[in-house]
């Protein structure tokens, strides 16, 4: 038996054998009895036919149904999964139509394997074999097709979303994205819906087909999605197209035909919907999510505004591999002398703009990179509107600095705050406004014969020439090798440069930039001192400055006498000096790297020579007679290739003998604890200048700084090799002698905030946080 059509839903009812009983989808299991079950449901998805590898390549149809007479909210598991076989799924597909009510009966239950990812239902029915029967009421009369069935779509308002589940919604849209290549082969838009809940919901499209994607006009527009999957990405619910999507927009405009733009053929659209779609706009409207003004005309640009512009393209021209030339307007004139960019006549296709042009009426638009594939589908005529169009005041190369400059406008790559472009319909409601100002113009035409001297005006300027390097966003921001990696888990934005200068701190955020300098150039002396306590930094000291302290503590001639140490002397060749070497009594006999040796009476240079065989020797003098510290400008304690410095202002100088008996183990912390000084850490400080082509700011790297190299800095103030290390990493951020774009870009995270400087005025400082690297 195969697919059996009724005229109404209750003659289903009839049909149902009497040996079988109705049972609720929500009540099935894997371990219910399905002989003498039938089901009730209306189709809510009808798959395609596929043939089935694991089953020697027979037909098989998966459809979605709902249970009919529940009001879906209240329970779980009201929709389920129906898999149909062999012919019965031919005839399914032929006969049954999304929104048909069927009966379903001799089915078999199984587990669902898709139920982790749709959520569905834990079982599905399968349907096979002569005993299976299929009874269908079909919901509208079927000439009229699927697009006109009444079939019922729920509609979960946006605050009502659950984790991972298939769902259909309604939003006006607060932002979006014209679809662009992402990685593979699909397209992807993006975009974010709110509605009357209020919650902001942001929604990914993937698609190969570009046609398929939402058509999405501004801001405010109104979009329904059929079938999108929740998920939850960066603790917020996201919404991701899943099988069977589809997607309809409609204008925001209150009043304005409620006219579906759809891709897909058979979409269904009835009184319910117009309804939501009037209820929305009013919202939306109440909400000031639709401004009255959506786009900016040509008479009220100024230099340096990002904004949208709806216009119509006169002419275009290809300028190279990687712009085009879009020469548009919208009737209106523009208050700025406008950029006129020259182009061979044979390049040019459409009409001459020379009168316009004359008028002040062409803005000449630079299309880049990955807006070219939609500029070069424009016809001269077409009605097309760019988004985050950047206008800027340029003045030709050999232009007198006293000459006016003239605004020229950008779309550079990438998709930054939506940046993009799109044709519009001549029949959108808000081009009717935008129609009637260029018919004023119509006369215009006849002039454009005219050949008069103003083409002497035009600059020959290649788009190369033309883009000026401030303010825009860098053309690789978006993607490529980094040298570096960010080991933070911010959800936040990359920003460019610009926008983090124009940004209020304190703030996180990302950036990727190359380095343009940085400072100090001698690598040595990024290396720091660095008090914890009093916050004081200061330059390691020079071995001349260190070598003056050891003299001057040297000239005491009385040597130190203390009753808790074991002293050895030598003379040495100098007349009058002797060199001491003080241990404390009880480590005599322990081994020599064990010691804590004081040494008196060295030079530096001979301390360092002692330092190769002793492991830890503390420089004093002698006041008279006393044993005390150096002056602290020296190190107060040699460790090997290491040399540790304490804090003038911190530490108390308190060293007495019982405080060694006993140690352990010897460390700059434990000897400078021991002896009552404050030790200085060893820090590494870099200040970069970074340049993203749209601004440069000067973040320094400081805190980060160890990860960031992965050095320790204490381990590379006594060794050249981790010195080196540095020089090798700073020479590939900024190879000597390479020019800034061949710089490799870096991926930073970075902290904005302020502190105060001399004058107590607050001063923004970047910081360079959480980025380190990349150790191939
Ligand atoms: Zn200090
Ligand atoms: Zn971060």
């Known amino acids: 038996?195969?697919?059996?059509?009724?005229?109404?839903?209750?003659?289903?009812?009839?049909?149902?054998?009497?040996?079988?009983?109705?049972?609720?989808?929500?009540?099935?299991?894997?371990?219910?009895?399905?002989?003498?079950?039938?089901?009730?449901?209306?189709?809510?998805?009808?798959?395609?036919?596929?043939?089935?590898?694991?089953?020697?390549?027979?037909?098989?149809?998966?459809?979605?149904?709902?249970?009919?007479?529940?009001?879906?909210?209240?329970?779980?598991?009201?929709?389920?999964?129906?898999?149909?076989?062999?012919?019965?799924?031919?005839?399914?597909?032929?006969?049954?139509?999304?929104?048909?009510?069927?009966?379903?009966?001799?089915?078999?239950?199984?587990?669902?394997?898709?139920?982790?990812?749709?959520k569905l239902h834990p079982c599905q029915l399968e349907m096979d074999g002569n005993d299976a029967f299929v009874y269908v009421c079909s919901s509208a009369a079927p000439s009229q097709g699927p697009s006109c069935s009444e079939a019922k779509y729920t509609y979960v308002p946006l605050n009502n979303l659950k984790h991972k589940t298939v769902v259909n919604v309604y939003g006006v849209v607060t932002f979006f994205k014209q679809p662009f290549p992402s990685k593979g082969s699909d397209y992807c838009s993006t975009l974010k819906i709110t509605d009357q809940s209020d919650v902001k919901v942001s929604c990914n499209i993937f698609s190969k087909k570009l046609e398929d994607h939402p058509v999405i006009f501004r801001v405010g527009d109104i979009i329904r999605l059929h079938r999108f999957k929740t998920g939850i990405f960066n603790d917020s619910m996201t919404l991701l197209n899943t099988y069977g999507w589809s997607a309809v927009t409609f204008d925001g405009i209150i009043d304005s035909p409620v006219t579906p733009r759809a891709t897909s053929k058979s979409f269904y659209f009835g009184e319910s919907d117009r309804n939501?779609?009037?209820?929305?706009?009013?919202?939306?409207?109440?909400?000031?999510?639709?401004?009255?003004?959506?786009?900016?005309?040509?008479?009220?640009?100024?230099?340096?505004?990002?904004?949208?512009?709806?216009?119509?393209?006169?002419?275009?021209?290809?300028?190279?591999?990687?712009?085009?030339?879009?020469?548009?307007?919208?009737?209106?004139?523009?208050?700025?002398?406008?950029?006129?960019?020259?182009?061979?006549?044979?390049?040019?296709?459409?009409?001459?703009?020379?009168?316009?042009?004359?008028?002040?009426?062409?803005?000449?638009?630079?299309?880049?990179?990955?807006?070219?594939?939609?500029?070069?589908?424009?016809?001269?005529?077409?009605?097309?509107?760019?988004?985050?169009?950047?206008?800027?005041?340029?003045?030709?190369p050999d232009q007198q600095a006293d000459q006016a400059e003239h605004l020229s406008f950008h779309l550079h790559g990438g998709s930054t705050y939506g940046r993009g472009l799109r044709s519009l319909p001549a029949e959108s409601p808000d081009l009717q406004s935008?129609?009637?100002?260029?018919?004023?113009?119509?006369?215009?035409?006849?002039?454009?014969?005219?050949?008069?001297?103003?083409?002497?005006?035009?600059?020959?300027?290649?788009?190369?020439?033309?883009?000026?390097?401030?303010?825009?966003?860098?053309?690789?921001?978006?993607?490529?090798?980094?040298?570096?990696?960010?080991?933070?888990?911010?959800?936040?934005?990359?920003?460019?440069?610009?926008?983090?200068?124009?940004?209020?701190?304190?703030?996180?955020?990302?950036?990727?930039?190359?380095?343009?300098?940085?400072?100090?150039?001698?690598?040595?002396?990024?290396?720091?001192?660095?008090?914890?306590?009093?916050?004081?930094?200061?330059?390691?000291?020079?071995?001349?400055?260190?070598?003056?302290?050891?003299?001057?503590?040297?000239?005491?001639?009385?040597?130190?006498?203390?009753?808790?140490?074991?002293?050895?002397?030598?003379?040495?060749?100098?007349?009058?000096?002797?060199?001491?070497?003080?241990?404390?009594?009880?480590?005599?006999?322990?081994?020599?790297?064990?010691?804590?040796?004081?040494?008196?009476?060295?030079?530096?240079?001979?301390?360092?020579?002692?330092?190769?065989?002793?492991?830890?020797?503390?420089?004093?003098?002698?006041?008279?007679?006393?044993?005390?510290?150096?002056?602290?400008?020296?190190?107060f304690l040699f460790s090997r290739d290491k040399r540790y410095y304490g804090c003038k202002q911190c530490s108390l100088n308190t060293f007495e003998n019982h405080v060694f008996a006993g140690m352990e183990t010897y460390d700059g912390q434990t000897v400078a604890e021991a002896l009552g000084v404050q030790l200085m850490q060893y820090r590494l400080l870099i200040q970069f200048e970074l340049d993203d082509g749209t601004d440069t700011l000067e973040a320094l790297l400081w805190e980060n700084a160890e990860k960031f190299f992965h050095v320790s800095a204490v381990d590379a103030s006594g060794s050249q090799d981790l010195q080196d290390k540095i020089q090798t990493i700073i020479d590939t951020i900024k190879p000597p002698q390479s020019s800034l774009e061949e710089r490799p870009w870096l991926d930073l995270c970075l902290s904005v905030y302020t502190v105060k400087d001399n004058d107590s005025n607050n001063k923004v400082c970047y910081q360079i946080t959480d980025s380190e690297i990349r150790e191939e």
């Open 276 to 396: 939501t779609v009037q209820k929305l706009r009013q919202w939306a409207s109440s909400q000031s999510l639709i401004s009255n003004e959506p786009t900016v005309s040509l008479s009220s640009v100024s230099p340096g505004m990002y904004f949208d512009f709806t216009c119509q393209l006169l002419a275009k021209a290809v300028m190279d591999s990687r712009c085009i030339l879009l020469k548009v307007w919208d009737g209106t004139k523009c208050e700025h002398p406008l950029l006129n960019i020259a182009v061979a006549s044979d390049a040019l296709v459409g009409e001459s703009t020379a009168a316009k042009d004359r008028m002040n009426l062409t803005a000449n638009v630079l299309v880049y990179d990955n807006h070219m594939e939609a500029a070069q589908d424009l016809k001269p005529g077409t009605f097309l509107r760019f988004y985050n169009l950047r206008s800027l005041l340029q003045r030709a």
């Open 1 to 118: 038996m195969s697919v059996q059509k009724v005229k109404d839903s209750s003659d289903l009812d009839a049909k149902v054998p009497a040996h079988l009983r109705r049972t609720s989808i929500t009540g099935l299991t894997v371990t219910s009895d399905p002989s003498h079950r039938c089901v009730k449901a209306r189709v809510v998805h009808k798959g395609p036919m596929i043939s089935c590898a694991q089953k020697d390549g027979i037909e098989m149809l998966k459809a979605e149904i709902r249970e009919k007479d529940l009001p879906q909210s209240t329970t779980e598991h009201t929709s389920i999964n129906v898999i149909f076989f062999g012919t019965l799924a031919k005839d399914f597909s032929q006969s049954v139509r999304q929104g048909d009510v069927v009966l379903l009966a001799d089915f078999t239950i199984k587990k669902s394997p898709s139920f982790l990812r749709d």
């Open 434 to 635: 935008l129609k009637s100002v260029l018919e004023n113009h119509v006369d215009l035409d006849e002039y454009d014969e005219v050949n008069d001297g103003t083409l002497l005006e035009i600059w020959y300027t290649p788009p190369e020439a033309v883009v000026l390097p401030n303010d825009e966003e860098p053309d690789e921001a978006d993607t490529g090798h980094s040298y570096t990696v960010r080991t933070c888990e911010h959800n936040t934005q990359q920003l460019t440069l610009a926008r983090v200068k124009r940004s209020t701190p304190p703030l996180s955020c990302h950036v990727r930039a190359r380095v343009k300098k940085y400072h100090p150039q001698q690598l040595y002396q990024c290396l720091k001192l660095f008090c914890s306590k009093c916050k004081t930094m200061k330059d390691v000291p020079d071995d001349g400055a260190v070598a003056k302290v050891f003299r001057e503590s040297a000239r005491e001639n009385r040597p130190c006498d203390v009753q808790w140490a074991a002293t050895s002397s030598v003379r040495s060749r100098e007349a009058g000096r002797n060199i001491s070497m003080h241990i404390s009594r009880d480590m005599v006999g322990q081994s020599t790297h064990m010691h804590l040796i004081f040494v008196e009476g060295t030079t530096l240079d001979e301390i360092c020579v002692l330092s190769r065989n002793y492991e830890n020797l503390v420089p004093v003098r002698s006041e008279n007679g006393r044993m005390a510290l150096m002056d602290l400008t020296a190190p």
